[in-house]
């Protein structure tokens, strides 16, 4: 990827402060503009080194940006966007990290009736799948993205030059870059996401405050997703509500089908379903 010589980032959290620390890093960028609206954070992301210049100020924070990447809470991102297109130099390129992409593609693409974006910018939408159940820009990591699938979401209305510089942008921290509908994005992290940290906040819910002394590295491995942000996750499940609603169905006939094994003392039903989970899981690595 060419450098660029101003790279706005609207958030710097865990992964907005991931991505300015990469870019300092690789000498991606001249300078990096944190974005936020506390100043405490945004000291704590200066000093680790996250970013070059901080301001609670948006429209002063992409004033020059040759790119900007929103890395807000998803219910937050269509008006991030908006509000920084607004005031961003004509013609800039905006990206986002929301793990839900079908609702905040479709207001801000440009192909629908509030679709678009004012002084040419334009939108185009990503998500690595990266992160972690802490939050903040003091757990922040330069080598956060290396190995890590992100994902970009074009339309048929996006320019084949912004997509080649968001798969530069992404592969240069390491990625490895899918492109795929944001309708199919949706369906996919349904399962592969937000299912995992309801299922996690299901079973951290179930405990009893009086067995929490023995919880053991099972229970602390599988329930540490709960650990996230409850108010982040609202938003999340609520914009994707109508596939994690699908995931949940499946995830409950198999707990079901479990249930009435071990009900039925189906000993052959109990170790298939082991069987199969445990052949599944070692296909998808460490």
């Given amino acids: 990827m060419k450098p660029l010589r101003n790279i706005a980032i609207i958030g710097v959290g865990l ?22 609206r506390r100043q405490v954070s945004l000291r704590i992301a200066r000093r680790a080194g996250a970013v070059t210049n901080t301001t609670i100020d948006l429209a002063k924070g992409v004033a020059d940006a040759e790119l900007i990447v929103v890395c807000t809470p998803v219910g937050r991102i269509v008006e991030d966007v908006r509000t920084a297109a607004e005031h961003a130099p004509e013609g800039t390129l905006i990206t986002d990290v929301g793990s839900t992409k079908r609702t905040i593609v479709e ?4 192909s629908g009736p509030e679709g678009g974006l004012p002084r040419g910018c334009r939108f185009l939408g990503g998500h690595p799948l990266a992160g972690s159940e802490k939050a903040g820009p003091s757990h922040a ?16 209305n996006t320019r084949a030059e912004d997509y080649d510089l968001l798969e530069e942008f992404w592969q240069a921290l390491g990625s490895v870059v899918i492109k ?62 109508e596939h994690v609603l699908d995931a949940l169905e499946q995830y409950g006939g198999k707990l079901a089908s479990l249930h009435a094994a071990i009900r039925d003392g189906d000993e052959d ?14 296909a998808m690595g460490s």
């Fill in 141 to 156: 990591t330069a080598d956060l993205f290396d190995g890590c699938i992100a994902l970009l979401t074009p339309t048929r």
């Fill in 269 to 282: 039903e109990i170790r298939s379903l082991l069987t199969t989970a445990k052949k599944n899981r070692d």
């Fill in 180 to 241: 795929m509908s944001a309708e199919e994005h949706d369906r996919a992290l349904a399962v592969t996401s937000h299912l995992p940290h309801l299922a996690a906040s299901a079973l951290a819910a179930t405990v009893p405050e009086k067995y929490f002394r023995f919880s053991g590295t099972g229970m602390q491995d599988t329930s540490r997703l709960a650990a996230g942000d409850p108010e982040l996750w609202r938003q999340i499940i609520m914009l994707n509500r």
């Fill in 107 to 110: 207001a801000l693409d440009g």
């Fill in 15 to 36: 992964i907005g402060g991931s991505i300015g620390l990469a870019l300092r890093k690789l000498d991606l960028a001249e300078k990096v503009i944190g974005i936020g």
